[in-house]
């Protein structure tokens, strides 16, 4: 088992597609034979057009890519949270899903989903930034 993670990064990954085309090999023997993790193969055999397309586009093979933030989300929901808390509006993790998706979808970012890991980031940095702000405030 790996100790440390890695990405490959797109020429990587077009060497894998190449791999797959000639060969046929399973996700688990692109995962040994690439040392990565199993996800990251069958996520590569679920965008393999989009990873061709961005060669295609941009050939920088150092190019590493992550899924999109959702820091925007994150700041128009905390901007909905403090205006929720200063009228003494309840919020609990459903409302807070909800909305979240609502700001997802006008902003247009079809791929984000308000699941259960994003709400405790959410709530883990959220609780963080209100510490820091109520000890700036009693300062």
């Known amino acids: 088992m790996m100790s ?3 990405r490959l990064n797109l020429k990587e990954k077009i060497d894998v597609l190449k791999v797959i085309e000639k060969e046929k ?3 688990r023997r692109l995962a040994e034979r690439f040392p990565v993790g ?3 193969i069958s996520e590569l055999l679920k965008d ?3 990873i061709r397309k961005l060669w295609v586009l941009n050939s920088n093979e150092n190019l590493k890519f992550r899924k999109i933030e959702t820091s925007e ?3 128009v929901l905390m901007k909905w949270f403090r205006s929720a808390r200063a009228k003494n509006i309840p919020v609990n993790g459903v409302l807070l899903k909800e909305k979240a998706r609502e700001v997802g979808e006008s902003l247009g970012s079809e791929s984000f989903k308000a699941s259960d890991g994003w709400l ?3 709530r883990h940095v959220t609780t963080y930034l ?7 405030k009693n300062l």
Do not use: H, P, Y
Not at 130 to 136: D, E, G, S, T
């Open 120 to 122: 405790e980031k959410f």
């Open 130 to 136: 209100l510490n820091r702000f109520v000890a700036k």
């Open 25 to 27: 090999l399973s996700v």
């Open 38 to 40: 199993k996800t990251q």
């Open 48 to 50: 393999k057009e989009g």
């Open 4 to 6: 440390k993670r890695k």
């Open 73 to 75: 989300i994150d700041e």
